[in-house]
């Protein structure tokens, strides 16, 4: 099973920063790369699709980028609402599709 | 509008099954491939089952293999899990997602969950 790895597991930050959270691959996935998006008690959402396609509706300052084993998740200004847990995921297989542990991110 | 509405979720004891129902509205459901996909509390989200549009192609996470029966019916608009032999690992909130039909395949649509408690 391909592992997927997210860093930092935590991150806090001021509203307007720009943040950053990375995600790594086991194995090269190409651009099977998704970014999802939970607060609590709610289900998740799915943010960028294909490493760097922005779901409708989702607001652009959300940007993904990579390929390959190494993807990045970067919120250019951080809004209030943003502060939420975000989930990679890979989806190269149809049998597999593997979530990161999670980046925490938290008002400072 | 998209929903899914998942049901069937609740207290169970340990060894027993419980069946998971997940109605889907607002699009042609025979046409995309679900998905159930788990939390359990405070931690992170593990896929579980996929199953395709037609119901032909099945998967499972190991975890589940050999005990969860994923399903559906296109005429009822609803896909199923079956969980049999249920421990304290199990215990966890469960999501359905549907698939979009694209080469990347991402979860495009959510649930809001149904909560398990494998407890006696």
């Known amino acids: 099973d391909i592992q997927m790895t997210q860093s930092p597991s935590s991150l806090s930050a001021y509203v307007g920063d720009r943040v950053t959270i990375t995600c790594r691959a086991g194995?090269?996935?190409?651009?099977?790369l998704n970014w999802y998006q939970q607060k609590p008690g709610k289900a998740p959402k799915l943010l960028i699709y294909a490493a760097s396609s922005l779901q409708s509706g989702v607001p652009s300052r959300f940007s993904g980028s990579g390929s390959g084993t190494e993807f990045t998740l970067t919120i250019s200004s951080l809004q209030p609402e943003d502060f939420a847990t975000y989930y990679c995921q890979r989806s190269n297989s149809p049998s597999m599709y593997t979530f990161g542990q999670g980046t925490k991110l938290e008002i400072k | 509008e998209v929903y899914l509405v998942e049901s069937g979720g609740g207290l169970v004891q340990p060894g027993r099954s419980l069946r998971l129902s997940c109605a889907a509205s607002g699009f042609t459901f025979n046409t995309y491939e679900m998905n159930w996909v788990r939390q359990t509390p405070g931690e992170g989200l593990e896929w579980i089952s996929y199953i395709s549009g037609s119901g032909s192609t099945i998967y499972y996470a190991d975890s589940v293999k050999g005990r969860f029966t994923i399903s559906r019916d296109n005429a009822k608009n609803s896909v199923y899990l079956q969980m049999n032999s249920l421990s304290a690992d199990d215990t966890a909130v469960y999501y359905c997602?549907?698939?979009?039909?694209?080469?990347?395949?991402?979860?495009?649509?959510w649930g809001q969950g149904t909560l398990v408690t494998v407890s006696s």
């Open positions: 194995q090269t996935i190409s651009n099977s």
């Open positions: 997602a549907r698939l979009r039909a694209i080469p990347t395949r991402p979860f495009d649509y």
